[in-house]
C-alpha cells in the first residue's frame, strides 16, 4: 500500500490543471496572444533548460538560491530557467542580430524556483509576457503600460489598475536622505516585499537624524494619481520625475491615463530593472496580475547593449480569478454536440462527426457504443452537451435526428 502511495504523490510546489483549468489556461493564452500579434509581437520560445551562468554571473539577480540545478553528461550545470527575461535576452543576442530595431516579441510558458518549503507555496509559475527590445524613452514605455492595461481587460479584468514607479526616483530619493548605498539596498528590500512593518523597526535603528528617517518613511506613502509627481518634484532632480509626467500625456493619447496610478516607493524583487517598474491589480486579489518595467542594462550583458522593457503576466493568479467567477462552465465547452448511435451506425456516427467538425460546428464529441435515443439524451446532458444528433434507421435509411439537450 505505501508504494503505491508513493506513485499518487507529487512533488511540493508543483500542481496538476485538470479539464477546467487547462481550458481556462488556453483560453487566456490564446486571448494574450491574439493581443500580442494585434500590437505587433511576435512569438518566441525559449528553451525550458539553461546554463546556470546565466542566472549567477555577476547580473544581481538574486537568483542563487532559488534555481532548479543538475548536471549534464558533461558534468556542466543546468537550471531549469526561474526567468524568462534572461532566456529572452540570450535569445536576442545570438538568433536576432540582423532583425531590424526596434524587436516587439512575447512568450509564453513556465518558470520553476526552488523556494523553501510551505504550505500552499509554489514553485513552478506560469507565464505571459512581452518585451520591447531597442527603444528608450516615454513612448516606448507608454506602449507597454498601454499594453498591459488592454491585456487585463481583454482577460476580464476591467477593474484592473497599474501602479507606476521609477527606480530612478527611487535611488535619487534614498541619496538625499543620507543613507548608504548598503542602507539603501535593505530599504529597497523592505519596499520590494511591501514590509512596511519591517521597514518601519530597519529605519528606526539607523544612525539618522529623525526628520531623515521620517523621509525614509514617507517614500511608501507617494502614492495617488499624476499629482504626486508634483510633489515628488521637490524632493530630487527633474529628470527623474520628468519622463513620468510626459509618460502620463502619452497615456491620455492611448486613452489609459486614467488606469494607472502612481506609486513612487514601488521596487520590484529583480535587479536588473533601471527606470520605470510597474505592477498590475485587481480589487478581488492582493498579489499582482502583472509586472514589469525597463532594463537597459541586461542586454549588455550578453553583448549586445540594447534598451528593453517589458511585462509578464502571472497567469495562475488570471487562472484563480477567473475560477472565482465561474467563467467558463466546466468541459464540454459550452456549444458541443454530441454524436450518438443506434446498433449497427458506428460508421455512419464517424462521418457525420467529421463532416460536423468540418462545418465549425463547435465541439463535436461521438458516444462510444451503440445507445437509444433516452439514453442519449441523458448522456449528453451529463456530458453539458448543448446538442444532440442521434442517427437511428428508419427503413432502409439512415435518419439524423437534431435536438437540443
Given at each position: ?103 516587439r516579441l512575447f512568450y509564453q510558458g513556465s518558470i520553476f524556483r526552488y523556494l523553501p ?268 452537451c448543448r446538442h444532440l444528433t442521434y442517427l437511428e ?13
Amino acid at each position: 500500500m505505501e508504494k503505491k502511495l508513493q506513485y499518487l504523490r507529487k512533488p511540493e510546489g508543483f500542481k496538476d490543471l485538470l479539464p477546467r483549468e487547462a481550458a481556462l489556461k488556453r483560453r487566456s493564452e490564446l486571448v494574450l496572444s491574439r493581443l500580442f500579434a494585434a500590437w505587433g509581437y511576435r512569438e518566441v520560445v525559449p528553451s525550458t533548460v539553461e546554463y546556470s551562468s546565466i542566472f549567477t554571473a555577476g547580473m544581481k539577480t538574486d537568483y542563487e538560491e532559488k534555481l532548479y540545478r543538475f548536471s549534464d553528461d558533461r558534468g556542466r550545470t543546468l537550471v531549469l530557467r526561474p526567468d524568462l527575461t534572461l532566456p529572452l535576452a540570450r535569445v536576442v543576442s545570438t538568433h536576432l542580430q540582423e532583425e531590424p530595431l526596434p524587436l516587439r516579441l512575447f512568450y509564453q510558458g513556465s518558470i520553476f524556483r526552488y523556494l523553501p518549503s510551505k504550505a500552499g507555496r509554489q514553485r513552478e509559475f506560469h507565464q505571459s509576457g512581452v518585451e520591447l527590445l531597442g527603444s528608450r524613452g516615454p513612448l516606448a514605455d507608454a506602449e507597454l503600460l498601454a499594453l498591459a492595461v488592454a491585456s487585463l481587460k481583454a482577460l476580464g479584468m476591467g477593474d484592473a489598475k497599474i501602479f507606476l514607479g521609477n527606480l530612478g526616483f527611487v535611488n535619487s530619493y534614498l541619496a538625499r536622505t543620507g543613507v548608504s548605498a548598503e542602507e539603501g539596498e535593505r530599504v529597497k528590500a523592505h519596499l520590494s516585499g511591501k514590509d512596511l512593518v519591517g521597514l518601519e523597526a530597519y529605519v528606526e535603528g539607523l544612525s539618522l537624524g529623525r526628520q531623515a528617517k521620517e523621509d525614509l518613511l514617507g517614500l511608501s506613502r507617494l502614492k495617488g494619481g499624476r499629482e504626486v509627481l508634483a510633489e515628488a518634484a521637490a524632493w530630487v532632480q527633474h529628470r527623474d520625475v520628468g519622463d513620468m509626467a510626459e509618460l502620463f500625456t502619452i497615456l491620455d493619447s492611448h486613452g489609459v491615463a486614467g488606469d494607472v496610478l502612481v506609486d513612487l516607493g514601488l521596487v520590484r524583487g529583480l535587479d536588473y530593472y533601471t527606470g520605470i517598474v510597474f505592477d498590475g491589480y485587481t480589487g478581488n486579489l492582493g498579489s499582482p496580475i502583472c509586472g514589469g518595467g525597463r532594463y537597459d542594462q541586461l542586454l549588455g550583458c550578453f553583448g549586445r547593449d540594447l534598451p528593453a522593457v517589458g511585462f509578464a503576466v502571472n497567469m495562475d493568479n488570471v487562472l484563480l480569478l477567473l475560477s472565482r467567477q465561474g467563467f467558463p462552465a466546466d468541459a464540454p465547452s459550452p456549444g458541443s454536440t454530441l454524436v450518438a448511435f443506434a446498433p449497427g451506425l458506428q460508421g455512419e456516427a464517424c462521418r457525420a462527426a467529421a463532416r460536423l467538425r468540418e462545418a465549425g460546428r463547435g465541439p463535436v464529441e461521438m458516444a462510444l457504443e451503440p445507445l437509444s435515443l433516452g439514453e442519449s439524451r441523458r448522456f449528453a446532458a451529463e456530458r453539458k452537451c448543448r446538442h444532440l444528433t442521434y442517427l437511428e434507421r428508419q427503413g432502409e435509411t439512415t435518419a439524423a435526428r437534431e435536438e437540443d439537450v
